[in-house]
């Protein structure tokens, strides 16, 4: 079945920074890529996703890319701010009736 | 409207005690989960059910008892509460499973002393 790492578990940036975050997936059918953002105590909720046929997506401070080839997608996030602070997961949809498979999560610190 | 909303938010109870969960969804979604978040943060998925059919059960002890009574609700029956089962619960709905976005519940943080 699909399987999906992510990287880095942790990750420190100064207030003004970028913030970039890696996942590989394994299924090459898998054809939708989201990103859920959760805050400490709150529900994971999505900041942004991907279909297999788009290679860039971008929403103001935040974009993600996504490498066909290579099965790898990335988070970038610009011009962090302290509010950006929370776990953030990728995942994979693979094909037919499997659920969203997530990567283990990066907990990202922005310090002001 | 909280489009899906589940209950407690919190429940802390005895081993060996029998617990549930309930969770709503009125987005008119088709697909209804169930995820675990362990203290490390990981989200497993439990159970999906598709118009209440289960179409997904991975590996949970036969404790754990899933019943969706209409499309709009899925609840969580646990029986017999052990330490490890201490972990944040969600509930989530999307209108299919392939390639749809997820909505989560608030969550529910059980404590099982």
């Known amino acids: 079945g699909e399987n999906v790492e992510q990287h880095p578990s942790t990750l420190s940036v100064q207030e003004g920074d970028s913030a970039v975050i890696k996942c590989t997936y394994s299924?090459?059918?898998?054809?939708?890529f989201p990103w859920y953002k959760q805050e400490l105590g709150k529900r994971p909720q999505l900041i942004i996703d991907?279909?297999?046929?788009?290679g860039e997506k971008k929403d103001q401070r935040i974009a993600v890319t996504l490498n066909k080839t290579a099965k790898h997608f990335s988070l970038h996030i610009t011009e962090t701010q302290p509010e950006d602070s929370a776990v953030y997961f990728c995942?994979?949809?693979?094909?037919?009736?499997?659920?969203?498979?997530f990567g283990k999560g990066t907990r990202l610190s922005v310090i002001a | 409207d909280t489009a899906v909303s589940q209950t407690p938010k919190y429940l802390v109870t005895q081993m060996g005690n029998d617990k549930s969960i309930k969770c709503e969804q009125n987005?008119?979604?088709?697909?209804m989960y169930w995820y675990k978040q362990d203290s490390k943060k990981f989200l497993k998925i439990m159970f999906s059910?598709?118009?209440?059919?289960?179409?997904i059960n991975e590996t949970v002890p036969n404790r754990f008892s899933p019943k969706s009574p209409d499309k709009a609700h899925l609840n969580l029956h646990i029986n017999s509460l052990e330490l490890g089962d201490s972990a944040g619960y969600f509930c989530?709905?999307?209108?299919?499973?392939?390639?749809?976005?997820?909505?989560f519940g608030s969550g529910t943080q059980l404590s099982v002393l």
């Open positions: 989530a709905s999307s209108q299919g499973v392939e390639g749809e976005k997820l909505f």
């Open positions: 299924d090459s059918a898998s054809n939708y």
């Open positions: 991907i279909r297999s046929n788009v």
């Open positions: 995942a994979a949809s693979p094909p037919g009736n499997t659920p969203l498979v």
């Open positions: 987005l008119g979604h088709d697909t």
């Open positions: 059910y598709n118009n209440k059919e289960l179409i």
